[in-house]
């Protein structure tokens, strides 16, 4: 099967969807944009196709990254101590996360009350804030140097971020967030910013169906718990609200993000990365989503099914 095939069969549905325009900054980009890589373990080769090597936001997908750099930094149990893994029916940014059964900490990681939370565990080195700690761990997961943040977009995030705001004063009434609302909430929203492309997401997707071991170098970079642990969160709640629905038709653990990307790992098999800016209701690019079914169908990679 040809990428180019696939990309070419599902561009038409970016029209269906819209950019994420809350935030400005994203609503400047070009909606007709669909670019997909794979990274194959066994061949231990990258293929890509269509607008694959276009940077755009990271947003919510460095979520994973930074959970995953946490563990690393602190290990699972401490960060799981703080951060459940709870599936939620509410939108990524709603406070009713956070009310359900008066909850002592965010449902899971991938929501934003989460994020924040993850976020705040990280703390300053003598050398490096904790910023500075992430975008050199992103660099790495990725396989891609080039990754950088981008201040046009953290401005916009800062600027409206009024529910962030309102979610981390929320926990920090709570007891919850331990750390300076401000200095947590400038970290979030500067990961949120960071570029990326397709194949950065394809590499990362790659290291977690890996194990934590990056296939181009053979180098262990994250435990196999933590691996494990992060697609087991994408696979429940790695599409914001619609997670059980998606999980149900492709199969496949992944996280999306409102820049457009989408990053999957399938075990043993595959890391894939997608991009493509038009959004379905819910914050997941809607031409991504058909590019994804099509190649969890035709390269059987259902881990449910196959």
């Known amino acids: ?3 180019q095939t696939v990309v070419d069969n599902n561009l038409a549905k970016t029209a ?5 325009d809350y935030i400005p900054a994203l609503g400047q980009v070009a909606p007709k944009q669909l670019g997909v890589a794979l990274y194959d373990l066994e061949q231990n080769e990258l293929e ?3 607008d694959a090597n276009v940077r755009f936001a990271i947003e919510s997908i460095s979520k994973v990254i930074v959970f995953l750099y946490a563990v690393k930094q602190l290990g699972l ?3 799981t101590k703080h951060v459940g893994a709870r599936q939620t029916g509410f939108p990524f940014n709603s406070i009713l996360n956070m009310e359900i059964e008066q909850a002592r900490h965010p449902l899971n990681p991938f929501i ?3 994020a924040i939370e993850v976020a705040s565990l990280i703390k300053p080195l003598a050398d490096r804030q904790p910023f500075e700690q992430i975008i050199m761990f992103a660099r790495e997961i990725c396989h891609d140097p080039q990754i950088t943040l981008n201040n046009e977009i953290f401005e916009s995030e800062d600027r409206t971020g009024d529910t962030d705001r309102s979610l981390a004063y929320y926990l920090k009434a709570n007891g919850i967030l ?4 401000t200095a947590s909430l400038t970290t979030y929203f500067k990961q949120c910013s960071m570029m990326v492309t397709a194949v950065s997401l ?3 997707g790659a290291v977690l169906a890996n194990n934590g071991v990056k296939p181009w170098d053979q180098e262990r ?3 196999g718990a933590a691996a494990t642990y992060a697609k087991s969160l994408m696979m429940t709640t790695g599409l914001y609200d619609e997670s059980g629905t998606y999980s149900s038709i492709i199969g496949v653990p992944t996280k999306s993000g409102v820049g457009g990307g989408l990053m999957s790992a399938v075990p043993n098999r595959v890391g894939i990365g997608i991009f493509s800016p038009p959004l379905d209701k819910a914050g997941n690019s809607i031409a991504g989503l058909g590019v994804l079914e099509d190649l969890s169908t035709e390269l059987k990679l259902d881990i449910f099914r196959y």
């Open 77 to 79: 149990d401490e960060v």
């Open 178 to 181: 331990q750390a300076d609302v």
């Open 112 to 114: 934003n009350a989460g």
């Open 48 to 50: 890509q196709a269509g």
């Open 202 to 204: 394809a590499n990362l």
């Open 1 to 3: 099967m040809k990428l």
């Open 221 to 223: 970079l994250i435990s």
């Open 16 to 20: 269906n969807g819209k950019v994420a």
